[in-house]
């Protein structure tokens, strides 16, 4: 199964390629700007050095949050239309799933993810690595960091990563002292979202390009206007 998969939840966007669970190829985007103007070139570039054409796309995976509600509409959108000019399935992976498993080494590990989600909040979760899969800890969501940091099993290690972490180290410190872990990794994850995809389309649980809904846990400000 050949796989589009791509990200634009934060500054960190990414697309990329997969056969199965196979990096065919991918390409990192690090900006601030509008995604509008970058993801179909990307896409375009991707499937140029990969000698594909779009038509030979067996299905879509989309990171479809939490993150940017800008970066969220444009890169769901532009799957949509992918997915409806194909008649393609469409598998939605959490941004912050993604963003643990790319610290997946081993069972019994836990794995939090943290964007900055502005106006004081986070979005937020824990993991734990079980036998090729991630289970919920503790549940994602927006939070206020100190309340979601008190919810964190203290006795543990537990690793981070995400934006959040730029933030929140100091705070994430103070609560776990020397149980916390802040391996490096790159911020990309269109690989991961192609992985978790892949999985959700193997058991037939994609969904049509009508079905694909974004993530959120909060408004946003233009709804919030209203």
């Known amino acids: ?8 939840t934060t500054f960190a966007g990414s697309a990329a390629l997969l056969e199965n ?7 990192n985007i690090h900006t601030a700007s509008d995604y509008s103007e970058r993801l179909l070139p990307s896409i375009h570039l991707l499937l140029e050095v990969s000698n594909m054409k779009i038509k030979e796309i067996d299905a879509f995976a989309v990171a479809i949050g ?3 509600f800008t970066g969220m509409r444009i890169g769901l959108s532009t799957i949509k239309s992918f997915a409806y000019a194909s008649r393609k399935l469409i598998a939605p992976v959490s941004t912050l799933k993604a963003l643990a498993l790319k610290l997946y080494r081993s069972q019994g590990r836990l794995l939090c993810p943290i964007i900055d989600a502005k106006k004081g909040e986070i979005y937020a979760a824990l993991f ?3 036998k090729k899969k991630l289970k919920e800890i503790i549940a994602q969501g927006a939070y206020s960091p100190d309340y979601f940091f008190s919810l964190l099993p203290s006795h543990r290690v537990i690793s ?15 609560y776990l002292k020397d149980k916390a ?6 911020p990309f994850i269109a690989y991961e979202v192609g ?5 959700l389309l193997r058991y037939n649980k994609g969904v049509s390009f009508q079905e694909l809904k974004p993530l959120y846990f909060r408004k946003s400000q233009a709804e919030e206007r209203d």
């Open 66 to 68: 939490p993150g940017s």
């Open 181 to 186: 872990r802040f391996p490096l990794r790159s």
């Open 128 to 130: 734990e690595s079980g």
């Open 21 to 27: 669970t196979k990096l065919l190829s991918e390409i």
């Open 1 to 8: 199964m050949i796989i589009l998969a791509i990200d634009t």
């Open 195 to 199: 992985l978790l995809g892949f999985e």
């Open 160 to 174: 981070f990563i995400g934006n959040g972490i730029e933030m929140y180290r100091d705070k994430i410190v103070q």
